[in-house]
């Protein structure tokens, strides 16, 4: 059996704090767990772990379950990217970039009225 005072809890403990902080606070809980799994990402040496979890949120309880708040979290961020690309459009100097931007864009678009579609 492992003796546990060989490990340290440092992050163990501001982990703890924080979920106890955010349940105190009524944060939303796919951000809650958005959260936690991003801290496993980092004590894992996992990259994109995080991600991957905020992908099946958004497609389970999104898209599947049909959560307003997940819905309009993404529309948001969607739309924020939305943006950049036609900023960075702007000021695009080569006809390839604009191509492969304008794709984007148009991408983007459609997403965002697949979105607002799913809020009506």
Known sequence: MTDNINFAHGKEQNIKMNLLKWLNEGKDPYSIIYELAKYLETVSSEPGYADIILNDI?????????????????LLEVRTRLA?????????????????????????????????????
């Open 58 to 74: 958004r497609t389970v309880y999104g898209i599947g379950l049909n959560e307003k708040t997940i819905l309009s979290d993404e």
């Open 84 to 120: 950049k690309l036609e900023e960075a459009f702007k000021q695009a100097t080569s006809d390839e970039v604009q191509s492969h931007l304008k794709f984007a864009i148009e991408h983007h678009k459609k997403k965002i009225q697949e979105l607002e579609h799913k809020l009506m």
